[in-house]
């Protein structure tokens, strides 16, 4: 079935500094590619999400891209803040995971002040 | 304000005696779904739900129960739990299944 891998699994950069995520998934037929923020004590909050006739999505300091032919997409996080410190979360869904979402295992971002 | 709305946040019980964590939305979405947290295991789907009387099962289903009898609501039960169903248990609540989810803030269950 379907497979998301994320890398790193922790992530300390300076603050200031950006920061990049990167998801690979397995099955081609993929369609959907949100990401998710969970801060300490609180549920995984969507950030930003791309479908795969788009190749790359921006919102403020935050940015997805997704390259349909590698089979990997990533989370760019420009300017990082101390408030995106958190645990970062990738997941895709397609026809082969009957549209339910396959979540990566998550990363750790720690900004350095 | 739109927000799923799981209670307890925190639950300590022993094994065998039957539970239920509550799901309430307030979004009109269709589709909810369950979660577990384990430290290294990341999210794994439990049960979902497409619409009311439509549940199926996710990843890891078993020993818990679920129902969907109107549309805010989708309770999870654990009929007899078990020390391994210790875990961060997240309700979430969607449009549809493949658009951006709304999460509750957990629920810490314990089972001793």
């Known amino acids: 079935g379907e497979n998301v891998e994320q890398h790193p699994s922790t992530l300390s950069v300076q603050e200031g500094d950006s920061a990049v995520i990167k998801c690979t998934y397995s099955?081609?037929?993929?369609?959907?590619f949100p990401w998710y923020k969970q801060e300490l004590g609180k549920g995984p909050q969507l950030i930003i999400d791309?479908?795969?006739n788009v190749g790359e999505k921006k919102d403020q300091r935050i940015a997805v891209t997704l390259n349909k032919t590698a089979k990997h997409f990533s989370l760019h996080i420009t300017e990082t803040q101390p408030e995106d410190s958190a645990v970062y979360f990738c997941?895709?869904?397609?026809?082969?995971?009957?549209?339910?979402?396959?979540w990566g295992a998550g990363t750790k971002l720690i900004i350095k002040p | 304000e739109a927000q799923v709305t799981q209670n307890p946040r925190y639950l300590i019980t022993v094994t065998g005696k039957k539970l239920t964590v509550t799901c309430s939305q307030n979004?009109?979405?269709?589709?909810m779904s369950w979660y577990r947290q384990d430290p290294g295991l990341g999210l794994r789907q439990i049960y979902y739900?497409?619409?009311?009387?439509?549940?199926d099962k996710g990843d890891v289903p078993e020993g818990y129960k679920v129902s969907r009898k109107e549309k805010r609501n989708f309770p999870l039960i654990l009929e007899s739990p078990s020390p391994n169903q210790t875990s961060l248990y997240f309700c979430?609540?969607?449009?549809?299944?493949?658009?951006?989810?709304?999460f509750g803030s957990g629920t810490r269950l314990t089972v001793v």
């Open positions: 739900s497409m619409n009311v009387e439509v549940t």
């Open positions: 791309i479908r795969s």
């Open positions: 979004m009109n979405h269709e589709y």
């Open positions: 979430a609540s969607s449009f549809a299944e493949s658009y951006g989810y709304t």
């Open positions: 997941a895709a869904s397609g026809m082969e995971s009957n549209y339910q979402l396959i």
């Open positions: 099955d081609s037929a993929s369609n959907y």
